[in-house]
Nanobody, 115 residues
């Protein structure tokens, strides 16, 4: 059974940075497409960033140029480096793993951007 455990969230001031980590266990990490989703209060969950098994990346427009997704297959971990954070980035961030047709979610981690 795949398990995803997020870490690295918290409270940060506008303009600050955070790095989220998601540790994958229970299967062959390198075979999975990995992604970060986020859900702000009262909003739908949205795709933030995705990285394929070949390392191709994709970002939603609102985070392009500020967020960077990466993966370390040796450590079975996906990262989300978030720079120049804005109050509108405040959300619960979820790690997601897909090996079609199977999909897995982490428990979510809070990121709050506030002065």
């Amino acid at each position: 059974q795949v398990q995803l455990v997020e870490s690295g969230g918290g409270l940060v001031q506008p303009g600050g940075s955070l790095r989220l980590s998601c540790k994958h266990s229970g299967s062959i990490f390198r075979a999975f497409t990995m992604a970060w989703y986020r859900q702000a209060p009262g909003q739908r969950r949205e795709l933030c960033s995705l990285i394929t098994i070949s390392g191709r990346t994709n970002y939603t427009d609102s985070v392009k140029g500020r967020f960077t997704i990466s993966r370390d297959n040796a450590q079975s971990t996906v990262y989300l480096q978030m720079n120049n954070l804005k109050p509108e980035d405040t959300a619960v961030y979820y790690c997601y793993a897909e090996l079609n047709p199977r999909q897995y979610w982490g428990q979510g981690i809070q990121v709050t951007v506030s002065s």
